[in-house]
T-cell receptor, first 119, second 111 residues
Framework: GAVVSQHPSRVICKSGTSVKIECRSL??????MFWYRQFPKQSLMLMAT?????????EQGVEKDKFLINHASLTLSTLTVTSAHPEDSSFYIC???????????????FGPGTRLTVL | GNSVTQMEGPVTLSEEAFLTINCTYT??????LFWYVQYPGEGLQLLLK?????DKGSNKGFEATYRKETTSFHLEKGSVQVSDSAVYFC??????????FGAGTRLTVKP
């Protein structure tokens, strides 16, 4: 149980285009979803936190107009990288947390990540 | 604020060697503590966790004990295998707060 999927797993796009990444909790309802970015050989950097039905809370330095987050339902959150540029190339990872999930405590369940390459 | 300090890597060991990766934390309340493992090109997988002081998390031969008195959650394994080569992240989480990660420790196990 507590599986989180991400789609696509890998995407290559041209500079200036927009890319949407989906994050789904497959077998539980996620009250909160998180989006992280990971540069090579570095730790995860939290980009934003989103609760279903409300606006995402972005970390300092993360452009909300650049990285659009929509948490439309308790099982789906999307991250759209708008007008992508090569510096946006990175590994993007989502995670989900459920207050009501038995035994989960404060655990977050992570998706497998999406490798974005902007040419 | 909450934070996690993790042993700097990389760590290179021979197969069957003993592994310790140190992790200490700073928290205002009573966090849950986690160790995640990340294999190349993949997301994070939960390795083990502990939700309160003196709890011991264990999985696949790895262990870590939640030590409140030393604010530590060191990861240990008695005999590592080549397949354990990965990056290991220590993390903490409190209710209504996001998860805080350590910098990650890259482990390479040589045959």
């Amino acid at each position: 149980g507590a599986v989180v999927s991400q789609h696509p797993s890998r995407v290559i796009c041209k500079s200036g285009t927009s890319v949407k990444i989906e994050c789904r909790s497959l077998d539980f309802q996620a009250t909160t979803m998180f989006w992280y970015r990971q540069f090579p050989k570095q730790s995860l950097m939290l980009m934003a936190t989103s609760n279903e039905g409300s606006k995402a809370t972005y970390e300092q330095g993360v452009e909300k107009d650049k990285f659009l987050i929509n948490h439309a339902s308790l099982t789906l959150s999307t991250l759209t990288v708008t007008s992508a540029h090569p510096e946006d190339s990175s590994f993007y990872i989502c995670s989900a947390r459920s207050v009501g999930l038995a035994g989960a405590g404060n655990e977050q369940f992570f998706g497998p990540g999406t490798r974005l390459t902007v040419l | 604020g909450n934070s996690v300090t993790q042993m700097e890597g990389p760590v290179t060991l021979s197969e069957e060697a003993f592994l310790t990766i140190n992790c200490t934390y700073t928290a205002t309340g009573y966090p849950s503590l986690f160790w995640y493992v990340q294999y190349p090109g993949e997301g994070l997988q939960l390795l083990l966790k502990a939700t309160k002081a003196d709890d011991k998390g264990s999985n696949k031969g790895f262990e870590a004990t939640y030590r409140k008195e030393t604010t530590s959650f060191h990861l240990e394994k008695g005999s590592v295998q080549v397949s354990d080569s990965a990056v290991y992240f220590c993390a903490l989480s409190e209710p209504d707060n996001d998860m805080r990660f350590g910098a990650g420790t890259r482990l390479t196990v040589k045959p």
